[in-house]
């Protein structure tokens, strides 16, 4: 059975101060929680620095982005095997804002999956449309577009060894939340997809919903069959709010079990 999971992605906010208050915060209330798994997404520089107070908890340390080459002349590049050093267990690859900020191919992207994997990395692919395309009934093509090119370069394989999340990019940071049923459509079209080629591996992708996920609405959307839980901006930097998604999480896990 797929467990639900809730990341936190701290974007490029916070001191190192405020990432251990934070942590600090959260890590008690998560500890009580029972069998989601939970991370954080954190920025680089704080990664070494969280890890040990991460070490034997809940909650997993992750990282925003990773360079698409191995270690060597790429300055100012990030490679997967610093981050698994560091002790990171998961890492975003394909972020909407790294798609349209930094101008990310999805072939760049595909690369960065694959690093992530070769370093033990939980890649977490991000995919999702832009409202322009929604509003063109292209999301569906969109959202292939971006699978496709990871399976391309790894296989379907490669995709089963991360986790997908489904992130429309005109409810990131927009306080635009989907709908649960638009969320369900989106990530069932992401399942249906992979059952295509391989029904077994596509039972156990864990599929996270991203786009304003707040504690008032994370229940709702974790009940939904597809959605496997959260990737969580503005949100997981609130103690409270994030907690509170969490337990919905463990709530809806629970429920499925019954
Ligand atoms: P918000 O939760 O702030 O909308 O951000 C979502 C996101 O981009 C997570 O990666």
């Not at 101008?103 to 449309?129: F, Y």
């Not at 391309?152 to 049923?181: H, N, Q």
Request: with cysteine; charged share 20%; aromatic share 6%.
């Amino acid at each position: 059975m797929r467990g639900k999971l809730v990341a936190g992605n701290w974007k490029m906010n916070g001191s190192l101060a405020s990432s251990q208050a934070l942590l600090k915060a959260i890590l008690p209330p998560l500890a009580t929680l029972g069998r989601a798994r939970y991370v954080v997404c954190a920025p680089y520089p704080h990664l070494a620095t969280l890890a040990p107070a991460l070490r034997g908890s809940s909650v997993a340390l992750g990282a925003q982005d990773l360079c698409e080459f191995e270690d060597g002349a790429y300055t100012g590049g990030v490679s997967g095997a610093m981050l698994a050093d560091c002790g990171c267990r998961y890492v975003i690859v394909g972020h909407s804002e790294r798609r349209s900020v930094f101008a990310e191919s999805d072939e760049t992207v595909a690369l960065k999956h694959a690093q992530a994997l070769k370093h033990g990395l939980t890649p977490i692919l991000c995919v999702g449309e832009q409202l322009a395309e929604r509003e063109a009934g292209v999301t569906e093509s969109v959202i292939a577009r971006q699978l496709d090119a990871v399976v391309r370069r790894g296989g379907l394989e490669a995709l089963g060894r991360g986790v997908v999340a489904y992130e429309p990019v005109w409810a990131i940071g927009t306080g635009k939340t989907a709908t649960p049923e638009q969320a369900q459509a989106a990530h069932a079209f992401i399942r249906g997809r992979v059952a295509g080629s391989d029904r077994r591996l596509a039972e156990g992708l864990t599929i996270l919903y991203g786009g304003s996920v707040k504690a008032g609405n994370a229940a709702q959307l974790f009940a939904m069959p597809d959605v496997d839980g959260g990737l969580i901006g503005g949100a997981s930097l609130v103690p409270d709010e994030f907690v509170a998604i969490c337990r919905a999480a463990q709530g809806a896990q629970e429920a499925i079990r019954i």
